[in-house]
């Protein structure tokens, strides 16, 4: 029998020992999902069982901390797929195309009771096709190892683990944490939630702290992943002279929520300045990303990744450095429409753009070989290149090979 399957019958049988009658349902509905194809009667009669019940709307736990009652009434969440959800093959399926999706309604997001906005933006698994973002080293094993435990949830359960439950996201501008954040929901087919926390900030704290803890408690009522950005903008030190009670209350109810938070969701918060959260925020979550402004070899693997050849990528490598991807996705974005609108290559009109960029900066070398590529790849001869340049033809062919190879 399929080693998952038999996980999850033994978590079945623990949740039936202990009386967790949501929680048996749910898991009862993750085997049915699991036996449609190789047991479809077997599947059919358990799916006649349940349908005599009142579905659950998550996964529930004896001593009911941190939980909330399913509506008698009202839309609940259930996959339209086979695949469980937290122990499906997230690699194959997605290569496939067969992530299973929430098609039915989500339960009624929150909304703020002034001015009936909601608080969260919800974007579901598959509505945007992402990109794999560029890592280093450390955040590539790290991501690789949070998607294997939630993949293998089923499994940690039954020997009385949990796959890990917050991020946090640090680093500077434009480095990809939000991209992170919905890629990782993405591969987990699981809606995405993103709070902006700025945004809610309001002169009315009271109402600030209700809207949040309105969202949070949003957010464990089905399988999601929640991304709270801008969190330095609740979460800052709870020693700063310049903050009101209320306030460092709040970031007492924020830390709480993340010891407490449900193993059935993943809270993600994203700060651009980690030198302003309570030093407490650090310990709190299971795992900490640090993300640093791209290196020369990240920004060509980014390049290459948008169809710039291995040759120029090498070369913009080094004249991008110190730049964010949102910058140099903006760069590529430009080049593009060059390409389109003055019916040239790619490549070329990428060089020209960043060529424009560098406009006024004393880097005079690198604009003249940035020019130097630009006109080669336009098919220039050398002694034309050299006479636009200013330069000696023999200058030419070895700024060429040199740069080209």
């Not at 399957?5 to 049915?32: E, P």
């Not at 209320?246 to 970031?251: C, P, S």
């Not at 960029?357 to 290149?385: C, T």
Request: proline content about 6%; some cysteine.
């Amino acid at each position: 029998m399929d080693r998952e399957i038999v996980d999850m019958i033994l978590g079945l049988a623990q949740q039936g020992v202990r009386g967790d009658r949501r929680g048996f349902q749910l898991r009862l509905r993750r085997i049915v999902s699991r036996l449609r194809e190789a047991e479809p009667q077997l599947a059919g009669d358990l799916m006649n069982v349940l349908s005599r019940v009142d579905a659950p709307t998550r996964e529930t736990y004896p001593n009911g901390a941190n939980e909330r009652p399913a509506p008698e009434k009202g839309p609940t969440w259930e996959l339209n797929r086979a695949p469980d959800l937290f122990s499906a093959d997230i690699e194959s399926q997605s290569k496939q195309g067969d992530l299973p999706l929430f098609e039915t309604p989500l339960p009624q997001a929150p909304v703020d009771s002034d001015s009936r906005q909601t608080l969260v933006s919800i974007t579901r698994p598959g509505e945007h096709e992402l990109r794999q973002p560029v890592w280093s080293t450390a955040v590539s094993g790290a991501v690789t190892q949070l998607l294997r435990e939630w993949t293998s949830s089923e499994a940690l359960r039954t020997n009385g683990l949990s796959p890990m439950r917050s991020l946090l996201l640090a680093g500077p501008p434009g480095v990809g944490k939000t991209l992170t954040a919905s890629w990782i929901a993405a591969k987990l087919s699981l809606p995405l939630l993103t709070l902006d926390l700025s945004t809610v900030m309001s002169s009315f704290l009271g109402k600030t702290g209700n809207n949040i803890r309105s969202v949070l408690d949003y957010a464990k009522t089905f399988p999601c992943v929640l991304l709270l950005d801008e969190f330095d903008a609740i979460a800052k030190r709870r020693d700063d002279e310049t903050d009101v009670g209320e306030l460092k209350r709040l970031v007492t109810v924020l830390l709480q929520s993340v010891d407490s938070w449900p193993d059935t969701s993943l809270l993600i918060a994203a700060t651009n300045h980690e030198d302003l959260l309570d030093p407490a925020v650090w310990r709190r979550f299971d795992l900490v990303l640090q993300f640093d402004l791209p290196s020369p070899e990240a920004i060509e693997a980014f390049l290459a990744a948008r169809g710039v050849s291995e040759r120029l990528a090498k070369i913009l490598g080094n004249q991008l450095k110190g730049q964010p991807y949102a910058r140099i996705e903006k760069t590529i974005d430009r080049a593009r429409k060059a390409s389109i609108l003055n019916d040239e290559k790619f490549e070329d009109s990428l060089c020209q753009v960043i060529i424009a960029q560098m406009q006024g900066s004393d880097e005079h070398s690198e604009k003249e070989a940035l020019a130097l590529v630009s006109m080669h790849m336009k098919g220039l001869s050398q002694r034309e290149i050299a006479k636009k340049l200013g330069i000696a033809h023999s200058t030419v062919g070895r700024q060429i090979k040199q740069i080209l190879g």
